[in-house]
């Protein structure tokens, strides 16, 4: 168990519902509700015993995820082309100094190379992470890089992936692509001291969410991922921010995602323009902080604040769902007493009345 009381908490709440899942039939209407529960509650504990926190930043092909990741990290550090595509998932993290190593597929060692400036990291990247770079396809696993940008400062880790879906035809990318984006966010997953979120971007100015988008999200992305960057691709400045366009983009995409995910609307590359030029007042226009304050917010203590509300919000729905009759009750709670005396003695700790709640 882990020392932090909310995580305790959390794993309390996890066998209590796990125990009452397992004695209900598989058929039984609160099974899914209980699932539903122990799943969020499993989050919540791998986020708050996670030494590393990796924002994942996914989309189709030339939305622009590399370019807002270099206005993420205040300098051009992630290759962007029009023609080249980023092939491997590249990793930034916080370091002194510039530096970049390269993890081969079926080989241990490490590549290492130590950069004087942001310009010869990219320029590095731009080598080893992208088609048609120095590395045959296939070869490179990840390349991660280190630099020190004030954004990872707070162990947050940003990583840039190759774009999913075909641009030209007759090229094996797409696929492979999605491959080798599916396989690093899995891999993701195993890490058991590594929490994980996905940043889905999507282009807005020329067309919107298309099916394939639409596809890959709900096949690999919806469960991870909570922010929708939705990437202004146009000739208004500002346009990102009107409030009728961004009702039309909600009312015409809401249905595409999670209802409760955030979305940011901004334009990328204003915003790495303003970095590059240090014009405050564009990159506080271009609509960026949002996204940054929701990265900068996975990482670092914060969290077992947070992780009370969200373990209220829990006991909240559990609640709603009983007054709804979905649950019953009496088998709910008399299954399993002690459990739940340890949840409520677990909840004191950590200063949360559950007990009262209850009442
Ligand atoms: N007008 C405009 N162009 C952009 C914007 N963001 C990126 N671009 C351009 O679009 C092209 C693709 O941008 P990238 O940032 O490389 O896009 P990507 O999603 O990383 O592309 P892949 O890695 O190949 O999937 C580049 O030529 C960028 O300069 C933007 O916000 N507005
Ligand atoms: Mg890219």
């Given at each position: 168990m882990s020392d932090a009381p909310q995580a305790r908490l959390i794993e309390c709440l996890q066998y209590l519902f796990h125990d009452v899942a397992e004695r209900l039939?598989?058929?039984?209407?609160a099974r899914p509700f209980l699932d539903d529960c122990t799943n969020r509650l499993g989050q919540m504990a791998r986020r708050l015993t996670a030494r590393r926190f990796v924002a994942a930043v996914v989309?189709?092909?030339?939305?622009?995820k590399s370019t807002l990741l270099s206005a993420l990290l205040g300098e051009e550090v992630a290759p962007r082309r029009n023609t080249v595509w980023s092939s491997v998932p590249v990793e930034y993290e916080y370091g002194e100094a510039f530096r970049a190593w390269v993890h081969f597929r079926k080989q241990v060692a490490r590549e290492a190379l130590s950069c004087r400036s942001g310009g010869e990291l990219l320029d590095f990247i731009g080598k080893a992470a992208t088609?048609?770079?120095?590395?045959?396809?296939?070869?490179?696993?990840l390349v991660e890089a280190r630099m020190p940008s004030p954004l990872l400062a707070n162990g947050l880790v940003v990583a840039d992936t190759p774009g999913f879906?075909?641009?030209?035809?007759?090229?094996?990318?797409a696929e492979t692509h999605a491959k080798v984006i599916v396989e690093y966010l899995n891999r993701l997953n195993a890490r058991k001291d590594a929490f994980a979120q996905v940043y889905w971007v999507v282009r807005r100015?020329?067309?919107?969410?298309?099916s394939l988008e639409k596809r890959f999200y709900q096949e690999h992305l919806c469960g991870r991922c909570a922010d929708v960057v939705v990437n202004y691709f146009g000739p208004?400045?500002?346009?990102?921010?009107d409030p009728a366009s961004q009702s039309k983009f909600r009312r015409r995409y809401?249905?595409?995602?999670?209802?409760l995910v955030r979305l940011h609307f901004l334009d990328g590359m204003q915003a790495l323009e303003a970095r590059k030029s240090n014009d405050a007042m564009a990159l506080g226009s271009s609509g960026i902080q949002t996204l940054v304050d929701s990265m900068s917010a996975m990482?670092?203590?914060?969290?077992a604040h947070q992780a009370v509300r969200d373990v209220l919000a829990i006991w909240g729905d559990l609640h709603a769902a009983l007054d709804r009759n979905l649950i019953d009750a009496s088998r709910l709670w008399t299954i399993k007493k002690s459990r739940r005396d340890e949840a409520y003695y677990q909840a004191e700790q950590c200063g949360i009345p559950l007990k009262e709640l209850d009442a």
């Open positions: 039939s598989p058929t039984d209407p989309g189709l092909t030339k939305v622009g088609e048609g770079g120095r590395y045959s396809p296939g070869l490179v696993e879906g075909a641009a030209q035809p007759g090229r094996a990318d100015g020329e067309g919107g969410i298309g208004e400045d500002g346009a990102h921010a809401g249905d595409c995602f999670d209802p990482a670092g203590n914060a969290y």
